[in-house]
């Protein structure tokens, strides 16, 4: 089955900031992309907060199977229609990918209940991330553990729900740890949150980074159930 | 230790409506506040939407360990900047037990990020709950089951979270069942849902169903961890 | 990908009762086997107790993706090193489906660590299946539930760990709730309980029940991480 | 309430090998008895492997609220009827609290189903412990993370299943991280895994592994619900 992907990306920095640029001249969505692309099985299109309706109008999120998502800078200007339109969605059954700074975005945030708040150091030193649940399909392919040599540090308190599925923990080099790679129903969708991307690093060019969001997007992407209905209903059952 | 307990009501209904003011004629949250002071180790304490701040400022939440929560047709009313500071207590560690039509209450939906609809039924018949996870608190004095008579039915899918904790799991006459008592940790706080408690039965003085909001109110009140700091941190352990 | 499923029946009462081989007179194993080559996607062969090493030496073991399990009154015959081939094969990422009466078989118990007991009557009255997770690739194609007009009644307690994923939850005529679709994760294997099934109904021909077992099998058998390595180990970072 | 504790240890190494009697004269339940006292609200025995019934008769074990458990080179001469007493009792609510290499003993493998089995390492370097529940009771009075300056590193894979509750998270100074605060339920009864305590290192004597004790001792032994019953039943509820 092809999955169909959207990488969503903010999209500024990689405009106006020059050691941003270096690195992802065409931005994040573009490497992220390239990454899916690469792996196979996907059809990918990219969207960008300053386009209309953020580039996630009802028809292409009805189009979307999963939805990845990157922002920092930039979370209070995405559109609470557009915050509605993907929270239904999720809701739905579309599978959303939520990746590093996307922590504080306002989608992650209303599907999480909490502050999503955490510890960060922009030091670009060693983060090493360590697989804790060998059964989950997000691991597929990776070693016991896998090693980015710079990045930011985010570190624990992170203020999100008790994971359904906790799958990978990350040791920094300054003492930190966090969860890392944690997965999460709701409705009839599946959320994903995947830690590393700084911008300033070039980590969605990495291997293994590459592999977990392909991994995290076909697993989010599997079959469910019906959808539900609500509201007032007459018994199944014959009175007693 | 005696926990500080707030009873939050709505409070409507039993004013304007002759069948549910003849079974709660001082309020829902009267009945549920002489439940708690039955049961011995709380400090009560009641408040109701139509009071300044609904009956919820600052110097009243920072004085409640554990808040209930009863609303039915109102919720639209609660005002944003009461939301905000349930919300904002719940995580610095107050407990919240969210009672039956209080599924639909915006506290509710925005700790749990999800639509919390389900199926409901107004016909009066049996519930029985049973006890699915014998070693919780919750369950301490109750049988195996226990009976309410007449109820109004919810039935499944509920759409919430999968709980951290599935306590109570509700069988009706007329074929449905429902996850009626779970509990969920949201930053230092803790959740918990339970399901019976219609306007138009008697429900908030069934001596299991006081047992289980006491027991719910000691569970959500226990000791926590220190509050977290967030945000840019230097490194805990010296450079490798 | 093809999935490799083997099939193992207890194999008793459908060559000793009448009733029983009224229903099943090739076995409960046919009757699975033949659902499951009819859901397709799958290469499927049977074992039963009787066999040499209880049908599942090391050969077989290592060729199947994914066993499900059925036994009743003869649980104590498997043979103890049977036991252990099944329970290191799972570990090492072989799924396993329980059905039934197979709660007490020793290959669930030692997997669950608890005594697996519950509440039964044979009484062939009406079991009605509800879907509670309706994000899970096992409710794939059910409707919302589904109704087996005769059955035998399992209830809760069901003395099992709280499952990592509960998928449905049964409702029965005499007021009775179970937990009747369950995943686990052990090691890098997955482990589904699947209630229905008793031997004096037709339950293995129901269309639904097929379909949950299909479903489970897809499930178990996903791709998963890889085999950790265990025991004495240098540092992986440099000293600091 | 006073909670009764028995303090189980194997006390071999202690009576055999001079650097850990330099440290655990008395052996390691001693100082872990001590530190349980100076707590405050238990009344403490301890029982070593050596005595008659591995010191946990059934008139211990029926006084005994919470069990601490610290194993390490007997693992196997603890007797099976030993291990089935204990498993009986845990699934009838006592509480039992596995400590450090107490993760391969009899009783902890067969509540879990699983291996247990880990990466280890004796340098005796750096561990630092950080709460990622801090609403958990078994984080009060902790700060958010502390350090034993010198102990056994334990590194993942740890073969356990997906905790019901993470509470602590270990990051070692060669590189690693380990789920180190863990809880279970089973049965009526609780479980809590708690990592540290090499028996070369004065791990049982340090505040903060103190408090984590007691804490996790006065969580497992919290009321719980009524004790089930399993078996062949009539029906609750009167036919359709």
Redesign the interface.
């Known amino acids: 089955m092809t999955v169909r992907i959207t990488v969503w990306n903010e999209h500024r920095q990689e405009r106006t900031d020059a050691p941003v640029r270096a690195i992802y001249p065409d931005g994040i969505h573009v490497a992220i992309a390239a990454g899916l692309r690469d792996a196979g099985g996907f059809e990918v299109r990219t969207a960008t907060l300053d386009e209309a309706q953020n580039g996630l109008p009802d028809e292409v999120l009805a189009a979307t199977d999963v939805l990845t998502w990157w922002g920092h800078v930039a979370h209070d200007e995405v559109e609470e229609a557009t915050v509605e339109r993907v929270h239904a969605r999720v809701?739905d059954?579309m599978g959303l990918i939520v990746l590093h700074s996307g922590h504080f975005s306002r989608i992650f945030k209303?599907?999480?209940?909490?502050?999503c708040?955490?510890?960060?150091?922009e030091?670009g030193?060693?983060e090493?991330l360590?697989?804790?649940?060998?059964?989950?399909?997000i691991?597929?392919?990776?070693?016991?553990?896998f090693v980015l040599s710079e990045e930011e540090m985010y570190?624990?308190?992170?203020?999100i729900?008790?994971p359904?599925?906790?799958v990978l923990?990350?040791?920094?080099?300054?003492?930190?740890?966090f969860?890392s790679g944690c997965t999460?129903?709701?409705?009839?969708?599946?959320v994903v949150y995947f830690r590393p991307g700084h911008e300033t690093h070039p980590t969605y060019f990495d291997a293994n980074v590459r592999r977990v969001i392909a991994n995290a997007a076909r697993w989010a992407a599997?079959?469910?159930?019906?959808?539900?209905?609500?509201?007032?209903?007459?018994?199944?059952?014959?009175?007693?």
């Open positions: 809701l059954g209303r599907l999480m209940g909490t502050s708040d955490l510890k960060w150091r030091d030193r060693r090493r360590w697989v804790v649940d060998p059964a989950h399909p691991a597929e392919g990776l070693g016991e553990s570190g624990e308190h992170f203020d729900p008790p359904d599925e906790l923990v990350s040791w920094f080099e300054g003492g930190e740890v969860r999460y129903r709701r409705g009839r969708g599946r599997q079959p469910s159930g019906e959808r539900p209905t609500y509201g007032n209903r007459p018994p199944v059952e014959p009175p007693g």
